[in-house]
DNA sequence: ATTGCTTACTTGCATAAACAACCTATAATT
DNA sequence: AATTATAGGTTGTTTATGCAAGTAAGCAAT
């Protein structure tokens, strides 16, 4: 890419995410159809709890690309929902574990079919290959610019 | 894509959309080099508006991928930093026609220059095919579920 | 023990997003 | 012409984001 780059319409369309507004929206409704009363930014959260508990809101910070404000709030937001609850960690009082309640737990099956639904809507008619290709032109995108 | 589709970790970052945020991310630190206090998504407004005068809200909402209520607002504070006026359609009482003021006009060159840096900088080292498959994959994805 | 640096989290402020409900102007149907 | 449907915008409510500034706990090295 040379000095004379020029912003086309595609390029707009990468920049303002487009596909991935359209995911979260799709994913959020998909959630609504079972009703599962949560945001998508809260499934991304709920995801990694799922995977593993006790994680940090810092952990939860790096693994879902956002900064720490957004994550206080999010678990905020969580917590009043009754899915998760801060556990102050003994070794080390600076931080919160951040734990699934029964009900966060409860909404795991459910959460993740959902998810799986949305992805296959997304990629209907997606060659593998060029998909690999695509997640290694965002990854280096990202790399470029973190 | 078959009913086994498994979340990865590469699936999480396309639904975040972790590229894209980080592209406005940037584009914003670039626009605020030059002393451009506007942000990303204004800009994104001025844009269509810096290639034609004149687009009513809701062509501005198909162009921005944003829906009505949300470009109601960016006019809005766009319209109180005094970068673009709405105009009455005289033809068609409904619309509004929104032209950009003096002020707005003249953000136009360093708006562009900054934004093809932030392409430059996001683009470093990105083969052009590959490019080329990636913006096709993000277009059917929006395809098939907007 | 004190000083200074770093890390984890929170708060404040401004902006933006989605969705539903609404108003008014135009278009379509009878 | 009157009725109904649709299209363009606005408002309300809730949620989320970015950035800057703050608090408090841990760490390091005198």
Redesign the pocket.
């Known amino acids: 890419m040379n000095e004379s780059t020029v912003i086309s319409e595609e390029f707009f369309s990468f920049l303002s995410g487009k596909a991935s ?1 359209a995911i979260s ?1 799709r994913l ?2 998909n959630l609504k159809e079972v009703k599962l009363n949560i ?1 998508a ?2 499934w991304s959260i709920l995801y990694y709890l799922w995977l593993e508990e006790g994680l ?4 939860l ?1 790096n693994f879902t690309f ?10 905020n ?1 969580l917590e009043r929902l009754g899915m998760v609850i ?1 556990v102050n960690d003994k070794q ?5 574990l951040i734990y699934l309640t029964k009900e966060g737990r409860k909404l795991r099956e459910s959460g993740m079919k959902q998810a799986s639904l949305t992805i296959r809507e997304s990629l209907e008619g997606v060659d593998e290959t060029d998909l690999k290709i695509a997640q290694e032109i965002l990854e280096r995108v990202f790399q470029n610019l973190k």
């Open positions: 507004t929206r959020q409704r945001t930014e809260q940090t809101q810092q952990e910070a956002r900064d720490k404000p957004s994550i206080t709030r999010l678990i937001n801060r080390d009082r600076r931080s919160n």
